[in-house]
């Protein structure tokens, strides 16, 4: 929103106008091209990146590691990722980066290598925070493409963007199961291929990011003037951006156990081998996104507060029941809590841009950030926490987490129907 914006003056904030107030025929229209141009590079980039914990198993046994430093791993990765993202998202709100994108993946390209390569845990950690650099780019700059080609289907524009990165997640398992296992640490290289192919693909994303800028710049102008005066002071903005983010912490640290440590769990609790371990961990990636997939257009339909809700509680008799299930009732629990949480993925940002007209960049840096920080730093204390008392005790603890998202009966509505 301007700064010489009349609420802004009072001390109020301008919420997002209705989707497609103040726009034209044509800019209502998502492009569709872009969109599934996105999700395809976001599939690539998240796919590559979910190689590093689909490997860990693999490091652990080689590099003779605890669970402690397989966390700490994970934290190089989600550290840089988190706090880069809001920063990046800042600068490319004030001068936009179109090839910033493929910038990104060659950092992601490079980490790769050092990571088929890496001689020992120094290097893995630097690999990992190689990787994470690229993730802190990607992800605020394809969130802006997303929005600029979303016409006025905000809710199934960020889906489709976010799903590509959820299946790209869980085809990592998939991969690291019949590629990176029979070839070791050394099979990450064959994958330097992809990442060079999703460098063509986001240079001519870039392309069309430059080619639009001036006519994206412009709708954010029309979308500034169109925004409703809402009666929230500046104050419950940011409550509300608090409750999101005790949300997006709940999730996130959650999700840390299953994608850091569910494996190990299956292994070590019921015999499964490596590969079986990682079918199992390619399920749930997959549930989580075609839950994202749905949860988008279900969000523009009924109300992206609502959606929120529905994730939070409808996941919690899961989770409680996962410590407790056998192999086959592990699988069909987990496709069940990544449907449900993961519901609420995109929506939780939308709803974010929608209390913050104006600043994609940074809202979706800090957002994506936060989550991947938190799922780092949940890696890390539950890498310890299992340490000291077991994987087992883990799963029962990290169980009540999403119990947390109950602050979000506490979000304001936004005097829309999708609000």
Known sequence: MNADSRPAETGAIAVAAPAGVGLTRDEMRPVYAVLWTMCLAHFLNDLLQSLLSAIFP???????????QIGYIALAFQVTASLLQPAVGLFTDRKPMPYGLAIGMGSTLIGLVLLAYASNY???????AMVGTGSSIFHPEGSRVTRMAAGARLGMAQSTFQVGGNFGQ????????????????????????????????????????KANMAAAASRLKREAKAAVSA??????????????LVLMFSKSFYNASLNTFYSFYLMEKFGLSVRDAQLYLFVYMGAVAAGVYFGGPLGDRIGRKHVIWLSVFGALPFT????FADPPGCALLTICIGLIMSASMSQVLVYALELTPGKVGVVSGLFFGFSFGMGG??????????????????????AWLPALGAVCW??????????
């Open 58 to 68: 693999i490091l652990k046994e080689s590099y003779q590691l605890d669970f402690a």
């Open 122 to 128: 120094a290097a893995l950690l630097f690999a990992a």
């Open 170 to 209: 869980a085809a990592g398992p998939l991969l690291a199961a019949f590629v990176i296992v029979p070839l070791g640490q050394r099979g990450i290289v064959w994958f330097a291929g992809l990442a060079f192919l999703t460098i063509l693909v986001l240079i001519a994303v870039g392309g069309w990011y």
């Open 231 to 244: 009666t929230f002071s500046r104050r419950k903005v940011a409550s509300a951006i608090g409750l999101l």
């Open 320 to 323: 409680l029941a996962l410590p």
């Open 377 to 398: 730093l949940g890696a890390a204390v539950l890498g310890h926490v299992a340490d000291v008392t077991s994987l087992d005790f883990v799963f029962r603890l990290a």
């Open 410 to 419: 506490f979000l304001p509505d936004l005097r829309r129907k999708d609000a």
